[in-house]
């Protein structure tokens, strides 16, 4: 072989090493459980899942059902414990699917803790107060107008959208009969109810509240007389808030 100078030499290797670290950078693959930087995009209508070892759902982000009002699939969010039962949800939890979609979070045994209602403010928990009275009670309150008066009040911080509220009514005689109605802090009725003649009840009305969520406001029992000569009184007696 004939003698070439030193410099061909070299760069003869320096040619082997970079070919030689060229092959085995072909090899390698990046890391691909992390990511570093920058962020990870599901489009087109995609579905993200994360499932456990046994295949079971973990977590989902997708298309769920009911269906959205134009037919397609509605976007919703599913996490799961390790056993498979539902924790959190986002989702459209009515049977109209034109409806807003609501956060509910369940227990191990299916039970909803915390839900959104449709219409704004909480589905559940429901809050309420005990309301004790008398078994042969009279109202304290009493009216003998026709026009509707003022007999209890109640401070109330709205945090539901409805209002299920217990009363204890009557009518001071065989020949008196009257009304009564419960109102929120704007004057709405939440219900109203009709009193026969000698009329000794315990029942309760339900309705829509108005007012900002969380918002401060009283609610007011009122009565009137609508026939007869004597007094028609109403108690509160127990108010729940309650989904829509």
Known sequence: M?????????????????????AGRSQMRPAMTQILSGSVVVGEGGTFKVNTKAGDPQFYVGG??????????????????QDGSLAISISNITSNPGDPQ??????????????EDAAGG????????????????FPQWTTSSSSWATCMTMHWR???????????ARCSDASTSGEVRLLDGAGSVI????????AYVVDAVYGPITGAHLSYQDLVWQARVTGGGGTVGVKGLNAYGISG
């Open 64 to 81: 769920i059902s009911p269906l959205n009002p134009d037919g397609s699939p509605q976007r919703g969010l599913l996490a799961c414990r």
């Open 2 to 22: 004939p003698d070439l100078p030193l410099d061909i030499l070299d760069e003869f290797r320096k040619l082997k090493d970079e070919v030689r670290q060229l």
């Open 158 to 168: 709205k945090q539901h959208p409805r209002v299920h509220a217990y009363y204890l």
């Open 102 to 115: 609501c956060v509910v979070i369940r227990d191990s045994r299916g039970q909803t803790l915390l839900a």
């Open 122 to 137: 909480l589905a559940a928990p429901v809050f309420g107060g005990s309301g004790w009275y008398g078994y042969t009670e």
């Open 191 to 198: 219900g109203q109810a009709v009193l026969s003649a000698g």
